[in-house]
């Protein structure tokens, strides 16, 4: 018998401050290489990370120590090697139809600046933080981040980015994102806004949705 959907549970910025500090003694290699097929040998590897694996078909899910869910994504579910590691932070959808579009969009812009500070309060200040009109806004992210500049542009997707190099023997790139669903924008479908958080290897590979 199917189950109602549940939408995740927002963070506040206080818990992400605390997710993140979990995530700073992190050996990134080796969430990068993977974990193994499911089994007693994958709950092993999460925990090593203070992880509990919970959904493994297509992607990852774990339940982290601090009451957060990170996914860790990969090609066809081989695990090998993890793409991106991303987590829910917030999210908001319009009420009373696509009239409440502006409304939400007024939202994301005022809570963006409380998670970027609390992001920036562990990892230091982002090498870059703007919004979709911006003329410098980044092209070179990874295609994960960054969709075409057209796209964006119509979409106002991304809302908000701003991301950080993590200094670490392997290095890692981190980003906030906040991302209208399609037809937030223009106001042709009821709003939708995300906020996400990610963790990607370095070098990226250049690419666009």
Same mark, same amino acid.
């Given at each position: 018998?199917?189950?109602? =959907?549940?939408?995740p549970v927002d963070r ?43 959904? =493994?078909?297509?992607?990852?899910? +774990? ?18 090697p993890v793409q991106s590691?991303?987590? @829910? ?21 005022? +809570? ?6 609390? +992001? ?7 090498? @870059?933080?703007?919004? @979709? ?10 295609? =994960? ?24 023997p392997s290095g890692a ?18 709003? +939708?806004?995300?906020?996400? =958080? ?12």
């Amino acid at each position: 018998m199917s189950t109602p =959907f549940e939408p995740p549970v927002d963070r506040t910025p206080q818990e992400l401050v605390t997710e993140l500090r979990g995530l700073t003694d992190v050996h990134w290699e080796t969430v990068w290489n993977g974990p193994p097929l499911a089994s007693q040998d994958l709950d092993e590897w999460c925990a090593q990370f203070g992880w509990t694996p919970t959904q =493994f078909e297509h992607v990852l899910n +774990v339940d982290t120590s601090t009451g957060g869910v990170m996914t860790l994504n990969a090609i066809g579910g081989s695990w090998a090697p993890v793409q991106s590691l991303s987590y @829910w932070v917030w999210g908001e959808t319009a009420v009373g139809g696509p009239a409440g579009n502006p409304r939400v969009l007024a939202e994301a812009d005022r +809570v963006w600046p409380l998670y970027r500070d609390a +992001v920036s309060s562990v990892l230091g200040a982002p090498a @870059w933080d703007g919004a @979709w009109d911006s003329a410098a806004f980044p092209d070179e992210l990874g295609e =994960f981040v960054v969709p075409k500049a057209e796209t964006r542009l119509k979409q106002k997707r991304p809302y908000r980015i701003a991301y950080w190099e993590i200094a670490a023997p392997s290095g890692a790139l981190a980003s906030l994102t906040i991302s209208p669903a399609t037809g937030t924008a223009d106001g042709s479908r009821v709003g +939708v806004v995300n906020m996400t =958080f990610r963790v990607y290897p370095r070098p990226l590979e250049t690419g666009r949705r």
